[in-house]
């Protein structure tokens, strides 16, 4: 099976936000933000593995800065890195200024995918080769993650987690 590279994957959602999106103080929901993300990294997803795919998990969501209407959100999703049946995307969400046009990172966030065939289940798919400096950190600490998530949704026995052993040692 080829290899793939994360910009094999890269997926960018460009779209503002909507009053029918905000909250009392008028920013963008949270939940709004986290469906934009799941959707642009579904896609990534599926460019990596050409399969049908499902969130398996989310691991990670930081929401670092407000989101106020009107504004211009781009979501950007790759793939950091797969391992057999799974796939690790890393979600960077930005915002720009309307009269500078300069972006600014407002939210991040982690998922799990599992390619699966037409009954669900679990596929092999393609390997990641990671080419930049930022990509071959996140490909590097991406087995960490997974274990971390595999430990907190009770699939993986803390003793099992070697690398997370390896952060304390
Ligand atoms: C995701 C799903 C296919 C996994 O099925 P499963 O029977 O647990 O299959 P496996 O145990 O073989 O796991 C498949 C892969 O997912 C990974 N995985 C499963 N749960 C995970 C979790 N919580 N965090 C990280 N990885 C996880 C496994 O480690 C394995 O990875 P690998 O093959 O790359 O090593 C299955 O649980 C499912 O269909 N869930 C519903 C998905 C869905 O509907 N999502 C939309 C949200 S409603």
């Known amino acids: 099976m080829d290899s793939r590279t994360p910009s094999d994957s890269k997926t960018i959602l460009t779209d503002l936000v909507l009053p029918s999106e905000t909250n009392p103080l008028g920013n963008l929901f949270g939940g709004e933000l986290l469906a934009r993300m799941d959707r642009a ?3 990534a997803a599926r460019r990596h593995s050409r399969r049908i ?4 998990s989310v691991n990670h969501v930081a929401f670092n800065r407000m989101i106020a ?13 797969a391992f057999k049946t799974s796939m690790e995307v890393i979600i960077d969400v930005w915002i720009e200024d309307r009269e500078s046009g300069l972006k600014a990172q407002a939210n991040e966030a982690i998922y799990t995918f599992v390619a ?5 289940q679990p596929v092999p798919v393609p390997q990641v080769v990671p080419e930049s400096d930022l990509e071959k950190q996140r ?8 274990q971390l ?3 907190l949704a009770g699939k993986m026995k803390p003793a099992e ?3 997370l052993k390896a952060l304390f040692i």
Not at 53 to 56: I, M
């Open 41 to 43: 990294a579904s896609i």
């Open 116 to 120: 699966v065939d037409e009954q669900g």
């Open 69 to 81: 209407l009107g504004s211009v959100v781009t979501v950007e999703a790759k793939i950091s890195r």
């Open 149 to 151: 998530s595999l430990v």
């Open 139 to 146: 490909y590097d600490a991406a087995l960490r993650r997974k």
């Open 161 to 163: 987690a070697t690398e």
């Open 53 to 56: 795919v499902v969130t398996a």
